[in-house]
């Protein structure tokens, strides 16, 4: 037994209060009805099987249904009952056959019975139909054959009848075993199955007459003894033909009218003394050999058989109010019998005939809803038949009956348990679909006539489990009934085999039929499943030629059943689900009939796409997409039609887009159908144009590194016109790590992957020939988006660095900042800059800013070259720069900050913005504590001064940029002296060298320092303050300007800052006030003449500041260590020129020393001019100095000179 019959029968407890229900319900109609005789009832009191009768498993019932539900059951089409039984009346109307018999008892009736109570007229059943059987006896003069018989005892009567029952003899046990045998194995052949196809003889056909014959004189009999005594005899006849058992049945059936109560005392009898024995052999009698045992199961069986055919001719030939009361026994006694015996062909259609009699007697009674006890065991014993039946058989005799029962017990209550019904269809269709085809049905045939009749009993046995199909939705009219059949009919429809197709799609086309044209059929429930059905029957629109057409006409049929149930819904309220009103009127569809989904698939959508909810939307599209990669091409062409028709009308209202979106991209390099792959593109660009923004992020995170299929739908976007110019802004969006639909911007996260994954987007996107109509007016946000992303990578770079070491390097083509790069590239290139892009090659800027040590260099060399010719961009990109310094993170302010600065390069963008708010943005971010802002900000402030500015504009920068000068920072206190000497252009001197006074010592400290830029601009302010220093205030820089005349005497002949130096010491003697000088004391002359230019300024300038000799000859020490050899070259023979001044009152004898050693150091200078130097100076020195110098450091050969030259003296 199936686990589901196990269980359903555990159940039990569960439904026990709708089993009394049922009970309840039928006792109330026997109250109205005649009570039941009171020793037929302390029988079946007393009596096992009564007991039984209560053990069986409870009928599983729904909750009782309103009045208008009862009425709408009530008017369902009635059920059409197999002609399984002849007719017992001679007329013809089901209904009124009792009535017109009974009016007619007269015509048969004896002395025995009165009118009344004789039972229904068998005119082919009179007397004198059976002449033959009095033959041999004489008759009463002048009385005819009825008036004789009715002068006869009726034992005698019967006993001729019963003569003429029994069989022929046979000649021995062994003769009768092995026909026996030969008939079972011929009932289960196909050829035995098929009817028609064999032919009861005429003698077969006049014993089942004279069979009916019997019950009819025991029907007549008032002898209850008599009745019950020669049933007995009746049943002992030997039950190996089926002629005889259809003949017992009969005659049981027709005695049934009059005598219920004995028959069925009878058969209890019968059928458990045959149980009995049953038990017996299986318990006491193990042993028994094959062929005994064979002979007995047969014997049982035979049995078994009989009785329940017996019972079933019972219910159909007692009286309504007689069956109303047994009812419930007889049906008990059948599942007893059934469940009871060893079963097999014979007995399940002995089975299942006798239900279809019972249910045909119960539907005759016509007593309004009429309970069908134990309807619901009944129904698990036919599944249980039907399970058992083998797959694919060519022997479906069995099935065919067992689906005619069903169809026929869903004429009566109670309607089906939904799990029951569900199990049911589960199992019919399983074996119904899984037959072999027609086909192949006639090659297995073993002529033509019998192919044929195969053929037709095969489909006869397909409609019958349609019509069970209708019956099932018959019993129970709502669409929940609907969905137990659906949810196994649908699955059978993607069936791999065509004739398993055609059956499940017919069947479908047959049930959306049936409910749409019953209007008693409740559709106001949800329909969960219409989603599944609709893109089903969709997707075998182009199947073959039958099938399209069956699907199409499904369609049709759903689609009028969807309109009626919106109708039901409009009635309340105007509106659908949706909000909108209602449209009636489509224009597509004024062709009727199912023609229009056939011919154009992409109406599905138009259609049902108003009906459908948004997970059922959904499961269409899923659906769709699953069979885009199928070998068929007709049905993969039809699955992208389909597809792209709903995701164009429902793709608003469609769930779980990132799941439709992922799936497409898995599928799409599956596809190999050209058409295909183009529908499927198309249907991802019609729900772009209604949800952008999802799909975007959807195919950003389907593929970091936009792979090939990412790829041929980024393309598809891009060439359909309204998706591409809305595409770049949730790209940009993603690219600064924002949400698409969010108006503010946020930090971003440092782990997000959509930054990287829209740079390469992008980076295809651009490269297309289509970018530059995408582009549009965003290529200044994404200038500086895609410039953003490169300086967040060399954060995460230097994060990962450790364990990318680890990891080998992935191809340059797939590296981040390669990428981002390569995306830049393509944006300036894309936005027309072409001529640009190539000075930006040869400079080599891409190399600048994939470094980041000259990231920002490459920032400025970018912004100057990028509009040194075409201006479009510039202002837009300006007014997105000012937008970033507003951004939450620093790194996006930094890049902001940049491009602000180096965008004031441009002389233009005083034209196109205020000039004071720009120089209210620069004074902010000068006083922010980053350096790198303020060094921004100082510089954008000096792209500023270059241009025209007023004066009350530039005061207020003064303090903050003194400020910045004295910086720790060099960059910054190089720009700030850089920015100040510009500002002091447009000032007037008194104005701003008061302020610039403590700038001098500041400046000092740079006079010497090694980059030429920061050194020139020094000395250059140094000299524009001090041009500017009032008479007052001249005591407050004397010092450090008489500080300076050793750095600048000794720069003269540094080619960089030589002439700077000339003019600032200029500037110094007018400012010291030292008198009339040589004209040309500071002009530049050839090196040979140099230690002849110092010695005047010497003896003009130095000596007047004698007292200062030591201090200034530990400044010309400090040069001779420079790193630049000129300087070095300046400050030895400085030193020379001085050594005559070097009075014992003015330098000590120690700062010789240690200016001696100096430049014996520097004679193994590796530049030959400070070595020459150096010891021209050093001669000088020991000459003048010699007597003080210590001459344990002076060489031997300075020693040698000395004394050479004292002898020379004397």
């Keep these: 037994m199936s686990s589901f019959l196990k269980k359903f029968r555990g159940l039990k407890k569960k439904h026990q209060e709708s089993n009394e229900n049922i009970q309840e319900s039928n006792q109330g109609q026997r109250d109205k009805l005649e009570a039941p005789s009171s020793s037929l009832q302390q029988s079946a009191t007393h009596d096992p099987a009564g007991r039984r009768t209560s053990q069986l498993l409870p009928m599983l019932v729904k ?58 007229v068998f005119p082919e059943l009179s007397d004198e139909k059976f002449g033959y059987l009095w033959a041999g006896k004489k008759l009463l ?32 046990s062994v003769h009768r075993k092995s026909t026996i045998l030969s008939q079972d194995s011929a009932a289960s052949n196909l050829r035995a199955a098929v009817p028609g196809q064999q032919k009861t003889s ?36 030997p039950l190996e033909e089926g002629t005889v058992r259809e003949g017992i049945s009969e005659a049981v059936g027709v005695a049934s009218y009059c005598h219920l109560s004995q028959m069925l005392m009878a058969l209890r009898d019968f059928g458990h003394s045959e149980s009995f024995l049953k038990t017996y052999k299986r318990v006491c009698c193990p042993k028994l050999t094959f062929p005994t045992l064979s002979l007995q199961n047969t014997g049982e069986r035979n049995a078994s058989i009989t009785i329940m055919l017996c019972y079933g001719q019972m219910a159909l030939g007692a009286r309504p109010e007689d069956l109303l009361r047994f009812i419930e026994l007889i049906v008990a006694e059948l599942l007893f019998q059934f469940q009871n015996t060893r079963k097999d062909e014979a007995l399940k259609k002995g ?109 006869q046995t397909v409609n019958a489990c349609l019509n069970m199909l209708t019956s099932l939705l018959s019993e129970a009219p709502s669409l929940e009934a609907l969905q137990d059949i659906l949810v196994h009919t649908n699955g059978w429809i993607d069936s791999t085999k065509i004739y398993e197709r055609e059956r499940a799609v017919r069947s479908t086309s047959f049930l959306m039929k049936y409910i749409a044209e019953h209007l008693d059929f409740d559709i106001s429930q949800d329909f969960p499943l219409l989603g599944q059905l609709v893109a089903l029957l969709s997707l075998h629109l182009a199947d073959v030629e039958e099938i399209g057409l069956q699907s199409a006409e499904a369609l049709h049929h759903l689609h009028c059943i969807m309109v009626a149930k919106m109708a039901k819904k409009v009635e309340m309220r105007r509106k659908n689900w949706k909000g909108n009103v209602v449209q009636w009127a489509r224009e597509d569809f004024f062709i009727p009939g199912p023609a229009i989904f056939y011919s154009d698939i992409s109406k599905v959508a138009k259609a049902f796409g108003e009906h459908l909810t948004p997970s059922q939307i959904n499961e269409v599209v899923l659906k769709a997409i699953d069979n885009l990669t199928v070998e068929d091409r007709v049905i993969s062409q039809a699955s992208g039609k389909l597809l792209s028709s709903f995701l164009e009308e429902c793709g608003v209202d469609m769930e779980d887009l990132p799941i439709v979106v992922k799936e497409i991209h898995n599928q799409l390099h599956r596809i190999s159908d050209t058409r295909t792959k183009d529908e499927t593109l198309t249907a991802v660009v019609n729900l772009a144009a209604k949800r952008l923004n999802p799909v975007v992020d959807t195919l950003l995170d389907c593929s970091l590194e936009c792979d090939e299929s990412a790829a041929a739908i980024w393309k598809a976007l891009v060439s359909n016109p309204y998706s591409s110019s809305k595409l770049l802004r949730p790209l940009l969006k993603r690219l600064q790590d924002e949400d698409p639909n969010a108006e503010v911007t946020y930090r971003r996260r440092s782990t997000s992957q959509m930054p990287m994954a829209a740079t390469n987007a992008l980076c295809l996107i651009l490269s297309l020939p289509e970018a530059s109509d995408v582009l549009q007016n965003k290529f ?62 040869v400079q080599r800027c891409w190399d600048m800013l994939s470094n980041p040590e000259s990231f920002f260099d490459g920032i400025r060399l970018l912004t100057r070259t990028l509009f040194s010719f075409c201006k479009v961009h510039l202002k837009r990109t300006f007014k997105e720069a000012n937008a970033y310094l507003r951004r939450p993170d620093v790194k996006e302010r930094t890049v902001g900050m940049a491009f602000f600065t180096e965008l004031l390069f441009h002389s233009q963008i005083g034209l196109f913005f205020v000039t004071q708010d720009i120089l209210d943005i620069l004074k902010e971010w000068m006083g922010q504590a980053s ?20 004066e009350k504009s530039l005061k207020p920068f003064i303090s903050p940029l003194i ?31 008061l302020a610039g006074c403590s700038l001098y010592p500041q400046l000092f400290k740079h006079f010497n320092d090694e980059d030429n830029e920061f050194r020139l601009c020094s000395i250059n302010l140094f000299g524009m303050l001090l041009r500017g220093v009032k008479e007052e205030h001249r005591n407050r820089v004397e010092d450090i300007v008489v500080r300076s005349l050793v750095p600048l005497i000794i720069q003269l002949t540094d080619p960089v800052s030589g002439e700077e130096c000339r003019i600032v010491l200029n500037t110094i003697v007018t400012f010291l006030k030292l008198g009339e000088l040589p004209v040309d004391i500071f002009e530049s002359v050839q090196q040979d003449r140099l230690y002849y230019k110092f010695s005047v300024i010497c003896k003009y300038i130095l000596w007047r500041y004698r007292q200062r000799l030591p201090d200034m000859l530990t400044q010309m020490m400090e040069y001779l260590k420079s790193r630049n050899p000129a300087h070095r070259e300046a ?27 100096a430049l014996l150091d520097l004679q193994g200078d590796l530049d030959g001019a400070v070595s020459n130097a150096a010891v021209t100076a050093s001669e000088e020195l020991f000459r003048r100095c010699g007597g003080r110098i210590n001459p344990k450091i002076v060489p031997s050969q300075h020693l040698l000179s000395m004394l050479k030259n004292n002898m020379a003296r004397q």
Aim: contains cysteine; positive net charge.
């Design 63 to 120: 909750s009782s249904q309103s009045p208008a539900e009862a009425r709408r059951k009530s008017q369902a089409p009635r059920v059409v009952f197999p002609e399984l039984v002849q007719s017992q009346a001679s007329t013809v109307q089901p209904g009124s056959g009792r009535q017109d018999s009974r009016q007619q008892r007269h015509l048969s009736l004896g002395k025995k019975k009165s009118p009344e109570d004789s039972g229904p």
């Design 141 to 172: 003069s002048g009385r005819s054959l009825r008036e004789t018989l009715e002068m006869m005892d009726e034992r005698e009567i019967l006993d001729t009848i019963l003569k003429h029952l029994q069989p022929a003899p046979q000649t021995s």
């Design 202 to 237: 005429k003698s077969g056909h006049e014993k089942t007459v004279l069979y009916r014959y019997y019950g009819l004189k025991l029907r007549d009999s008032r002898n209850k003894d008599t009745v019950h005594q020669y049933l007995h005899l009746l049943l002992k006849l």
């Design 351 to 459: 089975f299942m005939k006798a239900v279809i009699l019972t249910t045909k007697a119960l539907v005759q009674t016509n007593v309004g809803h009429v309970i069908f006890p134990h309807k619901a065991e009944l129904t698990i014993c036919i599944i249980e038949v039907i399970e058992e039946e083998p797959l694919g058989s060519f022997s479906i005799s069995v099935l065919h009956h067992a689906i005619v029962t069903i169809s026929c017990m869903t004429a009566v209550r109670p309607p089906m348990d939904s799990m029951l019904r569900s199990e049911l269809v589960k199992k019919s269709i399983k074996k119904v679909f899984s037959l072999p085809s027609l086909k192949l049905t006639k090659l297995k045939a073993g002529s033509p006539r019998q192919s044929s009749q195969s053929q037709d009993f095969y489909q």
């Design 780 to 841: 200044p946000q994404l200038l500086l988006a895609l410039i953003t992303q490169i300086y967040f990578l060399f954060g995460t770079s230097r994060r990962v660095s450790r364990a990318a070491s680890l990891m080998p390097e992935p191809p340059s083509h797939l590296h981040p900042l390669a990428t981002t790069v390569q995306a830049l590239k393509n944006l300036i290139g894309c936005g027309g800059y072409i001529q640009e892009y190539k000075i930006l090659e």
């Design 931 to 950: 350096p790198l802002m303020q060094l921004f900000s100082i510089q954008g402030l000096g792209y500023m001064l270059q241009h025209q500015l007023e």
């Design 963 to 993: 400020n910045c000068a004295s910086n720790q920072d060099r960059s910054i206190a190089k720009e700030s002296i850089k920015c100040l000497q510009l500002m002091f252009h447009h000032l007037e001197e008194e104005e701003y060298s």
């Design 1131 to 1157: 400050a030895t023979i400085l030193i020379a020129c001085n050594a005559q001044y070097m009075k014992p009152d003015l330098v000590s004898t120690k700062q010789i020393d240690d200016i001696y050693l």
